[in-house]
């Protein structure tokens, strides 16, 4: 099942995916993770699959490799005491403040990966529409992400602030160059050590955990999130519904239905006697 036949002019080679150096048992024995070990399948499917398309195998061994059933990990979120703390570092009256100010934001409100924040360009903010275009996407496949005006606005004042110059990039620093991904990881850093934010990871991850949190809390549905984040596959977004259940669990305690009512109506509790079967 797990058997490749490789022709080339000179050579005919067999692959055992289960059994070769680096093939499943040898990387379970080294002890990598699972998490890592599906990330050598991802690349072994895509080298089996470019095998079988270029004639040089006779099958596609990779459509039977499955990736391991992933226990849901931790996923760090920031409370809303977080990000007050967060979003007062940045002194708005400086140009950098501002724009550093106006960056957390849209982390917040779109859910957006640093990369994307990143390689942002003008073009790509649709104020009318109430969108971003995020072109520089994980798997390279460009999507419109909603945000919504108090983002909006701000990232339109700070555009007014940037002025025209030779290049798109929205994001620059103070010699008008584009403001790169790993400067902006260093900044919001920065304001985690500042902000005393303990505890939790604090990065620009946490922001994207944050937002699909409270889109889940606030009564979002998982297709439409799919789509905002960017997720290929929707078991994807579905971890995080595993991984923010207690939250639901509490927020189905605030507005449940039937726990509202006894505070307006007088419940008749039967005793378990007077049960009859």
Known sequence: MYFAS?????????????EAPGGVPSMLEEGLSLRTVNCNL??????????????????????GLKPFKLE???A???????LHRLLSQPDRATFTGFRNYVMMLTLLDTGIRLKELAGLQITDF?????????????????????????AADALQRYLLERGALSHNYIWVTLENEPFRAGGIRIMISRYCDTAKIKGIQCSCHTFRHTFAKKYILNGGDMFTLKSILGHERIETTEMY????AR????QHEKFSPIEHLTDELSFYHMEESEVQV
């Open 6 to 18: 490789v022709m080339t002019e000179k050579i005919n080679i067999k692959i055992n995916v289960m």
């Open 42 to 63: 991802c690349i072994y499917k895509e080298f089996f699959k470019f095998l079988y398309e270029e004639g040089l195998a006779k099958a596609n061994i990779g459509m």
């Open 72 to 74: 849901p990990s931790m």
């Open 76 to 82: 760090h979120t920031f409370t809303d005491k977080h």
């Open 126 to 150: 649709l104020p009318e529409e109430g969108v971003l275009r995020v072109q520089q996407a994980k798997g390279r496949k460009a999507r419109l992400v909603p945000i919504q005006r108090v």
């Open 241 to 244: 519904v595993e991984l923010f």
């Open 247 to 250: 939250d639901l669990n509490i």
